[in-house]
């Protein structure tokens, strides 16, 4: 609060805390609000925030329809690269800030606003995605980040100020989680969720059907590549957005894409999660099965090497640095020759690779077999086997002239 801010745009989702936000902004410094709602598919969740957002005392609202940017420039480059993080989690919260934040200062620049402001905490990995967006597009961009200055402590306070101030929110003491939907996933954390010994309710769960109540027979799915990105579901060209809200669906249907994990913040404390992603489930081992066929092994083995760094980039919030611009152009180099064709069964939460097929495979039955073959000269395998051992013969010989 040591300089005078004229005008704010705010990172508005409508939730508990940017609700409250909204109004404190303008309590609090006496500007103009500028409310930015990104609509990545968030569906429901964006019904009437317009209307909420004018009531409660923004100037203006921008609701922008951003999906398709962000599954084509964000989802699927990170799923060219495979990334997971601590091997569970898809990272649907993780890629939605960038964008977020790089539509945020664009808006602040076509509005001459001298601020930005968001409503993640200081305590969760939310807070450093946005603000080195922020200052890694617009570097001299003030930021105001009101968990880290006001006085409220806890949800429980905001939503006693949300009561008195008459806003309407959300959250309520009888369903203390937080939540955040796009199209890649929905996540859950906070309030009951905190004990990371107990089991999510069933009626938490928004996108899945549970696996016991899912379909008592699978259904197959196909899904074509090319060069690394997803361009059809079952022969039928789709638009990114499109083609992975179908995969949503039929993953949803058959209860794929549940993960409850416990993951480490950047910031150093652990922290429980749950998430449904579906459609992102299915299009990884999609992916997968098609680098089987037409990757070059040590190409597969040096990118698989990288998928931690480059998992942690998207995490920690570092998707507009040079390090993961070099990163993603070698990974997009080595996605050049993943075209074809995956071949799924889904079933009751189980998403099993049945087929895959390219005609640019390497892999050969020609080779492959176990059958009689005039390819390969199986007694060339034995001086391939000595002169690889040879170090480790070597090393023996010389602890057993020491006697072991």
């Known amino acids: 609060m040591k300089e005078k801010i004229k005008k704010v745009v705010l990172a508005y989702s409508g939730g508990l805390d940017t609700s409250v936000i909204l109004q404190w ?105 946005f603000e080195i967006t922020y200052l890694a597009l617009s570097p001299r961009i003030q930021i105001i980040a009101p968990w880290k200055i006001w006085d409220f402590k806890s949800r429980t306070d905001l939503i006693q100020y949300a009561e008195k101030h008459g806003i309407p929110v959300p959250v309520t003491p ?17 309030g009951i969720l ?117 998992s942690e980039m998207v995490y920690y919030g570092y998707w507009f640095s040079p390090e993961r611009d070099v990163l993603q152009k070698m990974i997009d180099e080595a996605q050049r020759s993943v075209t074809g064709t995956a071949r799924l069964k889904l079933f009751k939460g189980n998403c099993m690779v049945t087929g895959r097929k390219s005609a640019d495979s390497l892999y050969s039955c020609d080779y492959a077999t176990f059958e009689e073959d005039q390819v390969y000269d199986q007694k060339d395998a034995g001086g391939f086997i000595r002169l690889n051992a040879l170090r480790l013969r070597i090393r023996a010989l010389i602890k057993e002239k020491r006697g072991g």
């Not at 989802?75 to 990334?83: D, E, K, T, V």
């Not at 993780?94 to 305590?123: C, F």
């Not at 913040?265 to 099965?289: C, D, F, N, Q």
């Open 25 to 129: 902004l303008w309590e609090t410094y006496g500007c103009e609000v500028v409310a930015f709602v990104a609509n990545l598919g968030q569906e429901e969740e964006l019904e009437g925030l317009r209307e909420k957002g004018l009531k409660s005392g923004a100037s203006k609202v921008y609701v922008e329809d951003l999906r398709e940017e962000f599954v084509r420039d964000f989802i699927f480059p990170m799923l060219r690269a495979n990334a997971i993080y601590e091997g569970g989690y898809l990272m649907g919260t993780s890629i939605a800030r960038p964008l977020i934040a790089k539509r945020q200062v664009e808006i602040a620049a076509a509005e001459g606003a001298d601020a930005v402001a968001h409503g993640a905490t200081g305590k969760g990995n939310d807070q450093v995605r």
């Open 174 to 190: 009888q369903k203390p989680y937080s939540s955040d939907r796009n199209l890649l996933h929905i996540s859950f954390e906070g």
């Open 194 to 310: 905190e004990d990371p010994w107990m089991e999510p309710p069933e009626d938490m769960f928004v996108l899945s059907r549970s696996p016991e109540k899912a379909p008592d027979r699978p259904i197959y799915v196909e899904i074509d590549f090319e060069q690394g990105n997803p361009v059809a579901v079952n022969g039928q060209q789709m638009s990114p957005a499109q083609l992975l809200a179908e995969l949503n669906r039929l993953g949803g249907e058959n209860g794929i894409g549940r993960v409850d994990m416990v993951e480490n913040r950047y910031v150093g404390m652990k922290s429980r999660g749950v998430y449904e992603t579906p459609g992102g489930t299915i299009l990884h081992a999609a992916h997968r099965a098609v680098e089987s066929i037409t990757m070059d092994r040590e190409v597969m083995h040096l990118r698989d090497s990288l998928i931690p760094r480059y």
